[in-house]
């Protein structure tokens, strides 16, 4: 995601504003667009070396100076930008309701949200105290949730297709 294009002095979103939005938050989701390009600059220094397969840390390419993110304000580098992610409620609430609606069933109501979210926060997102909840609670079992995974035979078919290669027909 281009992390290997930012550096001290020459900072690129992209990575910051992926991990936020698709990762971690959601759109628009507790985070301003300068919250996005400090996290860049959080980023800075951080490399995968293609030829090797690794990843490194290039601290000249890393902006030491203060960042604010999320109102607090740091020499912040990328593991403190995840730090600062995960203190945010809204991350828990994300992460919860991607969780539920892959098990269970699409836009869960508040409440399941949040006693999810919770057990994430307070279980320093240790995913099986979540999933337990979540599997043994009254709503995983209710009406509205039974039979909403099963896949229809045309889901089943453009999955094999997909996982097959196979391009479609003109």
Do not use: C
Not at 16 to 23: S, Y
Not at 50 to 65: K, W
């Amino acid at each position: 995601l281009d992390n290997n294009k930012n550096a001290k002095g020459k900072p690129n979103e992209n990575l910051a504003r992926e991990i936020l939005e698709l990762f971690s938050m959601g759109v628009d989701n507790g985070y301003t667009e300068k919250d996005i390009i400090e996290a860049a600059r959080a980023l800075t220094g951080y490399n995968y070396d293609h030829a090797t397969g690794t990843y490194r840390f290039l601290y000249n390419q890393h902006d030491t100076t203060n960042k604010t993110i999320f109102g607090k304000t740091g020499p912040w580098t990328g593991d403190d930008l995840v730090r600062l992610i995960l203190e945010k409620p809204e991350t828990s609430q994300f992460i919860a309701r991607k969780l539920w609606e892959f098990f269970a069933y699409p836009d869960p109501d508040k409440a399941t949200v949040d006693g999810l979210a919770v057990v994430l926060a307070d279980r320093q997102y240790a995913l099986e105290p979540m999933l337990k909840t979540l599997f043994l609670s009254e709503e995983f079992y209710s009406k509205r949730s039974m039979g909403n995974q099963i896949k229809s035979p045309v889901e089943l078919m453009v999955g094999l297709l997909r996982d097959l290669g196979t391009k479609p027909s003109e």
